[in-house]
């Protein structure tokens, strides 16, 4: 499994890891995630080393990739494109990317990345009133309280309005291991809600968002998931006229790499 890094277009420097030669497929994580916590992701890099090339790289600001202020989400744009031409080796790249990365991998394919296909695992739209929307200064209270020099409080917020945790549970996390590996990429935690926008508003998709989408695109959903999220997948689903939405064994936001490895294959055989 070789490890390596590339300079984004703003000099930042992204790290990945590979498996396998072939046509490229490359894992984008959501909030919070980056390789070192997703062993699920080197699970389908080995499942699928025999035919493709699967990469899975850190998000900026995660792991053992950089970050260069001031964000922006065309930067993560530019990031993943120099990843296609780099290990990707600038051939037909599919994007399978996890909840708020599926956001991510849609703007940037809207922006022009070099993209062949989408493959995304429970997008979180919230796009009616299945669940509490996010708050409207959301982006600008992950902000602040990072400014504020206050982590814990943005990684607290981000559990407590994005992925709904009750408060009693979040104070018992913050004693816990994990909680300071959490804060360190709490800065991160607004990149996804700028990715985000609108899209978990409590209001229909924008029509004209994601318009220029006309690649196939696969989205899935666990079968043993919250209803929300299954409502989100379905929302992006019916937004994309090139887009199959497929119910997948898994629960509570989540898959098992000998379930998501014969997946992808399945898809890019298919299209």
């Not at 599919?94 to 394919?109: C, D, E, K, M």
């Not at 998931?225 to 939405?245: I, N």
Request: proline share 8%; hydrophobic share 45%; net charge negative.
């Amino acid at each position: 499994m070789p490890h390596g890094t590339v300079t984004s277009a703003d000099g930042t420097t992204i790290a990945y890891s590979a498996w396998g030669d072939g046509d490229p497929i490359v894992i984008i994580d959501g909030a919070t995630a980056y390789r070192a916590v997703t062993p699920e992701n080197e699970k389908v890099g080995e499942l699928l080393a025999g035919s493709f090339r699967v990469i899975n790289y850190d998000r900026r600001g995660r792991g053992e990739s950089g970050d260069t202020a001031p964000y922006a989400v065309e930067r993560e744009f530019e990031d993943l494109a120099a990843i296609i031409a780099g290990p990707g080796e600038g051939r037909a790249a599919t994007v399978f990317a996890w909840s708020s990365g599926g956001f991510l991998a849609l703007n940037a394919a809207q922006a022009g990345v070099p993209v062949a296909r989408l493959a995304l695992f429970e997008p979180p739209a919230v796009a009616d009133d299945s669940r509490p929307p996010l708050p409207a200064d959301y982006v600008a209270r992950l902000e602040a309280a990072v400014a504020a020099g206050k982590p814990g409080d943005a990684a607290e917020l981000f559990l407590t309005a994005a992925v709904l945790m009750p408060p009693e549970f979040v104070d018992g996390m913050r004693a816990s291991e994990m909680w300071p590996g959490l804060e360190a990429v709490a800065p991160t935690i607004s990149y996804d809600g700028r990715q985000v926008g609108d899209a978990m508003s409590g209001q229909p998709l924008s029509t004209v968002r994601w318009n220029r989408v006309s690649i196939p695109v696969l989205v899935m959903y666990g079968e043993g998931t919250w209803p929300f999220l299954a409502a989100g997948a379905r929302a992006v689903a019916d937004l994309l006229p090139t887009a199959t939405l497929k119910a997948v064994p898994g629960e509570n936001h989540s898959t098992t790499a000998d379930v998501l490895a014969p997946a992808l294959s399945a898809f890019i055989e298919e299209v």
